[in-house]
């Protein structure tokens, strides 16, 4: 019997709390540990083999090599790899990950990051480009989220990414609350489908994580956020939209909670922030997420992502410079000289900042709305088709972001048959559903056509072969379904332990 089995025959039926105890008291019994050894080591096997297709392939190195190889050389290996892995992102299968990807924009930003490799933010006075580059590259995404709709002071600062925009805003609002209001056990709510970052920054900056829950419109529940506020309250999150279902959470009435009680509200527009405005512009019928709502504090835009730059860069934004000096780092009697960085590194990549500007400047306000129209034009395709295999449910009322579920079928077989179509779909869970991120790459000619024949002919093979278990089928299932997190936990740590093995 493998573990699935055990979880869905016996332990999925239990109360969470009471599976972990039944299985914690069963788990070193030998025959159970043994099988579930068994279970992991295949799975992992499994999985380093796809992480490692150059394994005996591609010269590898646990060592520098003795000589340095030829210049020529490590470009020929560097085109090989290239042309194996671009395929997938270019002819579009790929949910997400590369937001543009034609190859004149492509090239367009290496030129500029090849004028610029050498330089970096922290010095100044070497490079002022990199900072009229990032001033700019503030500037101009602060006046697309409302900035100049409002009295207040809308500032902010380059980051390496949406994650780090979201740890920047959150250790700014902590040091805020301790320095102002003295509050020493923060706390954060955050609706579940925010992004893991948060529960990263709560765990990194040692606040206090409210999840609450969502409605069947998958947007955050008010109601419930107004419920879990305390004394110890530093900021309310809301997302625009959230990466798992694509949709906008109610920013409106729950910055307007955290602005009653003097707090903090975080708007996470890391995925929509280069898109929202624009579709709102196009006439679609979209709330209003940013500064022109007075409660939003702060808001996390990824330039990486739908801003087209090169990967490595996002905006954090705020209202006021006073709440932006929190995030700051500076140092006085440090032998190496007076010190100060904005961000959490020290050292950055000006050329990505400058790669970052360029996109922005060549691309301008018409080609973000041109990109935008192309972009929610495919997803209503994508979703019509959908709409019309029964066996399939799209969760919420997405944009661009559409994630379907089955009540009938295992929607993760249904994502396995897609990979076997070539397709990288991103696998979710609670409840168990697929997404997909439609960018630019799906909105060239057929691509969306070829994902509704492929995903009607998968519900099809899954209907006929319900006993096929696939490939990562029974990772997410168990992923999924599995009441004792610490293994879950296990297996993540192994896989991270993976991609650091050299082969
Ligand atoms: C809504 C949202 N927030 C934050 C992030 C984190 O961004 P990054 O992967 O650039 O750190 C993502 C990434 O997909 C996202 O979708």
Same mark, same amino acid.
């Given at each position: 019997?493998?573990?699935?089995?055990?979880?869905?025959?016996?332990?999925?039926?239990?109360?969470?709390?009471?599976?972990?105890?039944?299985?914690?008291?069963?788990?070193?019994?030998?025959?159970?540990?043994?099988?579930?050894?068994?279970?992991?080591?295949?799975?992992?096997?499994?999985?380093?083999?796809?992480?490692?297709?150059?394994?005996?392939?591609?010269?590898?190195?646990?060592?520098?090599?003795?000589?340095?190889?030829?210049?020529?050389?490590?470009?020929?290996?560097?085109?090989?790899?290239?042309?194996?892995?671009?395929?997938?992102?270019?002819?579009?299968?790929?949910?997400?990950?590369?937001?543009?990807?034609?190859?004149?924009?492509?090239?367009?930003? =290496?030129? #500029?990051?090849?004028?610029? @490799?050498?330089?970096?933010?922290? $010095?100044?006075? *070497?490079? !002022?480009? %990199?900072?009229?580059?990032?001033?700019?590259?503030?500037?101009?995404?602060?006046?697309?989220?409302?900035?100049?709709?409002?009295?207040?002071?809308?500032?902010?600062?380059?980051?390496?990414?949406?994650?780090?925009?979201?740890?920047?805003?959150?250790?700014?609002?902590?040091?805020?609350?301790?320095?102002?209001?003295?509050?020493?056990?923060?706390?954060?709510?955050?609706?579940?489908?925010?992004?893991?970052?948060?529960?990263?920054?709560?765990?990194?900056?040692?606040?206090?994580?409210?999840?609450?829950?969502?409605?069947?419109?998958?947007?955050?529940?008010?109601?419930?956020?107004?419920?879990?506020?305390?004394? =110890?309250? #530093?900021?309310?999150?809301? @997302?625009?939209?959230?990466?798992? $279902?694509?949709? *906008?959470? !109610?920013? %409106?009435?729950?910055?307007?909670?955290?602005?009653?009680?003097?707090?903090?509200?975080?708007?996470?527009?890391?995925?929509?922030?280069?898109?929202?405005?624009?579709?709102?512009?196009?006439?679609?019928?979209?709330?209003?997420?940013?500064?022109?709502?007075?409660?939003?504090?702060?808001?996390?835009?990824?330039?990486?992502?739908?801003?087209?730059?090169?990967?490595?860069?996002?905006?954090?934004?705020?209202?006021?410079?006073?709440?932006?000096?929190?995030?700051?780092?500076?140092?006085?009697?440090?032998?190496?000289?007076?010190?100060?960085?904005?961000?959490?590194?020290?050292?950055?990549?000006?050329?990505?900042?400058?790669?970052?500007?360029?996109?922005?400047?060549?691309?301008?306000?018409?080609?973000?709305?041109?990109?935008?129209?192309?972009?929610?034009?495919?997803?209503?395709?994508?979703?019509?088709?959908?709409?019309?295999?029964?066996?399939?449910?799209?969760?919420?009322?997405?944009?661009?972001?559409?994630?379907?579920?089955?009540?009938?079928?295992?929607?993760?077989?249904?994502?396995?048959?897609?990979?076997?179509?070539?397709?990288?779909?991103?696998?979710?869970?609670?409840?168990?559903?697929?997404?997909?991120?439609?960018?630019?790459?799906?909105?060239?000619?057929?691509?969306?056509?070829?994902?509704?024949?492929?995903?009607?002919?998968?519900?099809?093979?899954?209907?006929?072969?319900?006993?096929?278990?696939?490939?990562?089928?029974?990772?997410?299932?168990?992923?999924?379904?599995?009441?004792?997190?610490?293994?879950?936990?296990?297996?993540?740590?192994?896989?991270?332990?993976?991609?650091?093995?050299?082969?």
């Amino acid at each position: 019997m493998d573990i699935q089995t055990i979880m869905d025959k016996y332990l999925s039926r239990l109360p969470q709390g009471i599976a972990t105890r039944v299985f914690n008291t069963i788990k070193d019994i030998p025959f159970v540990k043994k099988t579930i050894q068994k279970e992991l080591d295949t799975m992992m096997a499994e999985l380093e083999g796809s992480l490692k297709p150059y394994k005996d392939k591609v010269q590898s190195f646990a060592a520098l090599p003795e000589k340095g190889l030829g210049k020529n050389d490590v470009i020929s290996l560097m085109e090989d790899i290239h042309e194996k892995e671009a395929s997938s992102w270019e002819d579009g299968y790929v949910s997400g990950a590369v937001y543009h990807g034609d190859p004149d924009h492509i090239e367009f930003l =290496n030129k #500029i990051y090849g004028f610029n @490799s050498q330089s970096n933010p922290l $010095h100044s006075d *070497i490079w !002022p480009s %990199a900072t009229k580059f990032e001033s700019e590259i503030v500037s101009m995404t602060a006046t697309m989220l409302g900035a100049n709709k409002t009295d207040d002071d809308i500032c902010g600062v380059v980051s390496s990414g949406g994650t780090e925009s979201i740890l920047l805003a959150m250790k700014t609002y902590r040091d805020r609350a301790l320095k102002e209001k003295k509050i020493t056990r923060p706390e954060m709510i955050v609706p579940v489908t925010a992004h893991a970052a948060f529960d990263k920054a709560a765990q990194y900056f040692n606040i206090k994580i409210i999840h609450i829950p969502v409605g069947p419109d998958c947007r955050a529940d008010v109601k419930a956020t107004k419920k879990a506020m305390t004394k =110890n309250t #530093i900021v309310i999150v809301g @997302s625009s939209p959230c990466f798992p $279902h694509g949709v *906008i959470d !109610p920013i %409106a009435e729950l910055s307007e909670l955290a602005r009653k009680k003097k707090i903090g509200f975080h708007t996470d527009a890391c995925l929509g922030g280069f898109v929202v405005p624009w579709a709102e512009k196009l006439g679609y019928n979209i709330p209003t997420v940013d500064f022109r709502l007075p409660g939003v504090t702060s808001i996390s835009a990824d330039t990486h992502k739908y801003g087209y730059a090169a990967k490595g860069t996002s905006v954090i934004l705020y209202r006021g410079t006073e709440l932006r000096r929190y995030q700051y780092f500076t140092i006085t009697d440090w032998p190496g000289g007076l010190y100060f960085s904005p961000t959490f590194a020290g050292s950055r990549p000006g050329a990505l900042s400058a790669a970052c500007w360029a996109a922005m400047v060549s691309i301008g306000e018409k080609g973000y709305m041109d990109a935008t129209k192309k972009i929610i034009g495919t997803a209503s395709i994508i979703k019509e088709g959908i709409n019309q295999i029964s066996e399939l449910k799209i969760l919420g009322d997405p944009l661009w972001v559409i994630a379907f579920a089955s009540d009938q079928l295992n929607i993760y077989q249904v994502m396995d048959q897609m990979g076997q179509k070539g397709w990288s779909l991103n696998g979710l869970h609670k409840p168990a559903c697929v997404h997909i991120c439609v960018t630019l790459r799906h909105t060239r000619a057929g691509v969306a056509e070829r994902f509704i024949e492929d995903l009607k002919a998968s519900v099809e093979f899954v209907k006929a072969n319900p006993d096929e278990k696939g490939e990562m089928a029974p990772v997410y299932g168990m992923a999924a379904t599995i009441p004792f997190r610490g293994l879950v936990e296990d297996m993540m740590e192994k896989y991270i332990d993976l991609l650091y093995k050299v082969e």
